[in-house]
């Protein structure tokens, strides 16, 4: 069975995306949140009507940033927002896979001499594959991509691994693949991430907390079933408890 790093306890591996225009419903979720999760995620919405000042709210109270605006242009210009991401502090960020190999050297040469100028850790780039609302329909008749989207999420992950970069975004339905193919070291976050007892939303693929675990994702991305639950806190705390079961790894 596939397995993901040890050591990495199950609350850490929750990362919650605040996908809110609003600052006041943000400092709400971190404020209710913080203790019952790794990482807070935020991505355009909050970070377009904010800018990096939101970055310094979450930070001040301690917590870990996944900041996701997703760079996708050429290699200098993506490298120059990569060393802006690094010295803004974050822990996590992404980039698309999609841009080619030059990029992806660019933004992991980037990132590793900001950090050592710094002097500070280096964030992981997380390069995404394929988004998690993109079916199979979507990849080949829209997209224009042929294939198995499968398929196509290994040849960009093996890029990405062969360029430098040390995360993945993937689904859950790819990471057993990924797991296989690539070295285990590799980072591997996954949105798309469902609980049972929560809608699908818009995610055309996706799994439950337990399954993604199971087919070794390091971290899980949920949003809308803990934000949207009648008690976030509650919902938060039954998908560590989910992540816990199938890891074996202690709150």
């Excluded at 996701?68 to 974050?90: M, S, W």
């Excluded at 469902?194 to 055309?204: I, V």
């Amino acid at each position: 069975m596939p397995t993901s790093k040890t050591g990495i306890q199950a609350r850490e591996r929750l990362i919650l995306a605040v996908d809110t225009s609003s600052k006041d419903e943000a400092c709400h979720y971190l404020k209710e949140l913080h203790n019952d999760i790794g990482m807070f995620k935020i991505g355009l919405q909050l970070f377009m009507r904010y800018g990096p000042e939101i970055l310094k709210v979450f930070q001040s109270s301690g917590a870990k940033i996944f900041l996701d605006c997703k760079y996708l242009d050429i290699p200098n210009t993506v490298a120059r927002a990569c060393e802006e991401a690094t010295a803004h502090g974050v822990q996590m960020f992404t980039i698309h896979a999609c841009g080619g190999r030059p990029m992806l050297q660019a933004a992991s040469q980037a990132v590793s001499q900001k950090a050592q100028q710094l002097g500070i850790a280096e964030p992981t780039i997380l390069a995404v594959t394929v988004l998690t609302s993109i079916s199979q329909q979507v990849l080949n008749d829209d997209i224009g991509v042929p294939g198995k989207l499968e398929e196509h999420v290994l040849k960009l992950a093996t890029q990405v691994k062969e360029s430098g970069v040390k995360g993945l975004v993937a689904s859950p339905e790819e990471v057993k693949l990924l797991r296989a193919q690539l070295d285990h070291e590799m980072v591997i976050v996954t949105p798309g991430v469902r609980p049972e007892w929560a809608d699908a939303n818009d995610q055309s693929r996706f799994t439950t907390p337990f399954q993604a675990i199971q087919n070794g994702s390091d971290y899980l991305v949920v949003g809308r079933p803990i934000t949207k639950a009648a008690n976030p806190k509650d919902a938060a705390r039954r998908i560590v408890a989910e992540i816990e079961e199938a890891s074996g790894v202690s709150v």
